[in-house]
Every structure is written in structure tokens, then in C-alpha cells.
T-cell receptor, first 110, second 107 residues
Framework: SQTIHQWPATLVQPVGSPLSLECTVEGTSNPNLYWYRQAAGRGLQLLFYSVGIGQISSEVPQNLSASRPQDRQFILSSKKLLLSDSGFYLC?????????FGPGTRLTVT | QKEVEQNSGPLSVPEGAIASLNCTYSDRGSQSFFWYRQYSGKSPELIMSIYSNGDKEDGRFTAQLNKASQYVSLLIRDSQPSDSATYLCAVNNDMRFGAGTRLTVKP
């Protein structure tokens, strides 16, 4: 069966610091991968999606970037965090039409 | 702009009642529809998918789709306190999400 991992589970970072969140998928090959952000009490905002290695599409211009160095690895990064980057970051992958989420990383920027 | 709209709630129902959650969408060409449940502090969990007009039942959950009227709904029968969560509607391959409806089931 397919499994999606995200780490770390929680993270507290100061404003201006860099960020790297990692997502890996097991049990499938060439998945479509997605990064979402959910601000407190808000809906899901699609940040990036990838249909293959090195292929990244950005939905929202911001100080975040994403990379896909391997088929089942998706990384979200920032060079300098802003207070507004705080939120719950979710990685997701798609099977056919259905999409499944990882456990998420809760980021607090102080 | 393609949109997915849900009542933000909160929706409160007594235990054992039917909870009805609604979602409307603007893209008439949408073909696939999903309901997710999200417990507080957790990631969304897929509970129902529906692709054709009509009803689809899975246990206590029934998804209803009406493409002509551009709405999809989720009915939860015999609601339990454990059903208390935020329910997210998602539409189509690009997975546009509604803001979610918070449901509280009172014992």
C-alpha cells in the first residue's frame, strides 16, 4: 500500500530563517505531488504541484519554492521566512482521480 | 474564476440525527468531486468520491451530485460525536477546495 511521509511534524523558526520541508511517498512510482498550506481556521491553498522529476508548477507567487529531486521526493523551501508563512503544510499525492494527504508539518514563524 | 463554495458553519446536530453538508461549484465542466474529513490538528482524510449524477452510499455516508445545478452534498446518517470535524469539498483534477464546514455532533 502507498504511504506518504512528512517531516518534521512541528517546527518553530524565527523570521528571516531558511526552511526545508520534506515529503516522500512509498509504494508507487511517478506520482503527482502537491504542496498545500492551511492557515489557522482557513481552507487549503495549493502552493505547488509536480507531475515528474524536476517539473514544478507554482500556483501562488511568494517567497517559497519547491523541488523534486527524485521521483518520490518533494521538497518545500524558503530562503527567508516571513511571519505570514506560518501554517499547516500538507503534502499530497494523487492516485488516478483521488488525492491523499500526508500527516502535515505545523510551522510557526516567530 | 473557478470557485468552490461551502457554508462555513458551524453546523450543529444532535447525536443520531442526519447531518447535511452542501457544496456548490462554478466550473460547469467539473467531472470529479470529493469529500474530505479533517479533525482538528490533523490532515484531511478522503471519505467519499463521486463522479456521476445521483447518490453514492458508503456506510453512514451518502454523497449526492447534481451537475445541472452544480452542487454536491454529503449526508451523514446516525451522526456520532466522532463525526465532529471540518468537512472539505474538493472539485476536479486540479483539486480546488472549499473553505470547509465545521460540524459538531452533540451527545
Amino acid at each position: 500500500s502507498q504511504t506518504i511521509h512528512q517531516w518534521p511534524a512541528t517546527l518553530v523558526q524565527p523570521v528571516g530563517s531558511p526552511l526545508s520541508l520534506e515529503c516522500t511517498v512509498e509504494g508507487t512510482s511517478n506520482p503527482n505531488l502537491y504542496w498545500y498550506r492551511q492557515a489557522a481556521g482557513r481552507g487549503l491553498q495549493l502552493l505547488f504541484y509536480s507531475v515528474g522529476i524536476g517539473q514544478i508548477s507554482s500556483e501562488v507567487p511568494q517567497n517559497l519554492s519547491a523541488s523534486r529531486p527524485q521521483d518520490r521526493q518533494f521538497i518545500l523551501s524558503s530562503k527567508k521566512l516571513l511571519l505570514s508563512d506560518s501554517g499547516f503544510y500538507l503534502c499530497a499525492w494523487r492516485v488516478s482521480y483521488e488525492q491523499y494527504f500526508g500527516p502535515g508539518t505545523r510551522l510557526t514563524v516567530t | 474564476q473557478k470557485e468552490v463554495e461551502q457554508n462555513s458553519g458551524p453546523l450543529s446536530v444532535p447525536e443520531g440525527a442526519i447531518a447535511s453538508l452542501n457544496c456548490t461549484y462554478s466550473d460547469r465542466g467539473s467531472q470529479s468531486f470529493f469529500w474530505y474529513r479533517q479533525y482538528s490538528g490533523k490532515s484531511p482524510e478522503l471519505i467519499m468520491s463521486i463522479y456521476s449524477n445521483g447518490d453514492k452510499e458508503d456506510g453512514r455516508f451518502t454523497a449526492q451530485l447534481n451537475k445541472a445545478s452544480q452542487y454536491v452534498s454529503l449526508l451523514i446518517r446516525d451522526s456520532q460525536p466522532s463525526d465532529s470535524a471540518t468537512y472539505l469539498c474538493a472539485v476536479n483534477n486540479d483539486m480546488r477546495f472549499g473553505a470547509g464546514t465545521r460540524l459538531t455532533v452533540k451527545p
